[in-house]
């Protein structure tokens, strides 16, 4: 069931398969307090990933920048607080992975339709990179772009399905990495969607 891809990049495939419906449970949860939207980058950019957060903090996007902030733009209240079972399957991954002791305080929640693509990053905006990186993958498959530590670096293609797990960290942490535009197909328990649980210590 474990697959190093890479130093410090693991593959738990069909991790979270019995943790699903209680995964899209919450999700829909969680943004009907904090509903998903399309953050604009600093460049005037709308973002074709739509997202929420969870936690005691959350990733934001906008014309001043990108951060974590304690609370949610959108209505001015904290974000949801991180649902037990993400706390739980996260740190049970991390651990499966190698991390102990892996404690979130950011779950950021993805929301992609078909078309939807995220262009190649680095997640730098964590105070701490030692920590690892939990992704949960849930609803449409996805083509997954592992990249070096330069943006120029080739990059290995990974298809991600539903209950897939991808725990990253190490020498890995600040690889560049982004997903393809998602094929237009529709899954049993989402339809035309596919979301992403990724979970930081941000603070
Ligand atoms: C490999 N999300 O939100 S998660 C993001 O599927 C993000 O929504 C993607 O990248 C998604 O920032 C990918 C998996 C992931 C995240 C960070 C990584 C893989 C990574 C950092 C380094 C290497
Ligand atoms: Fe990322």
């Known amino acids: ?11 738990l495939r069909g991790f979270a398969r019995e943790q699903t419906a209680s995964l899209l449970l919450a999700v829909a949860q969680i943004t009907q307090a904090s509903p998903f939207r399309q953050m604009s980058t600093p460049g005037g950019y ?10 005691a903090l959350g990733w934001i ?28 399957l996260a740190r049970s991954a991390a651990l499966e992975a190698g ?15 078909p078309g939807t693509k995220l262009s190649m990053h680095q997640d730098k905006d964590e105070a ?17 772009l592992l990249g070096g530590l330069q943006r120029n670096h080739p990059s290995q293609r990974i298809g991600l399905s539903h209950g897939d ?4 960290g190490g020498p890995a942490r600040l690889r560049y990495h982004g997903v ?7 899954h049993a328990e989402l339809g ?6 990724t979970f930081r210590q941000a603070a």
């Open 180 to 186: 393809l535009a998602l094929k237009q197909d529709s």
């Open 165 to 168: 797990v991808l725990v990253w």
């Open 46 to 55: 709308r973002m074709s990933v739509a997202m929420s957060n969870c936690g």
């Open 99 to 113: 991390f102990a002791d892996f404690l979130p305080d950011v779950c950021l929640i993805n929301r992609y339709a």
């Open 128 to 144: 701490d990179f030692s920590a690892p990186i939990v992704s949960i993958s849930l609803g449409l498959p996805a083509i997954f």
């Open 1 to 11: 069931q474990r697959e190093d891809l890479a130093a410090g990049v693991v593959l």
């Open 192 to 197: 035309a969607c596919r979301i992403n649980l």
């Open 61 to 88: 996007a906008d014309s001043q920048g990108y951060r974590y902030a304690a609370r949610d733009p959108l209505n001015n209240h904290a974000w949801p607080a991180m649902p037990e079972v993400f706390l739980a």
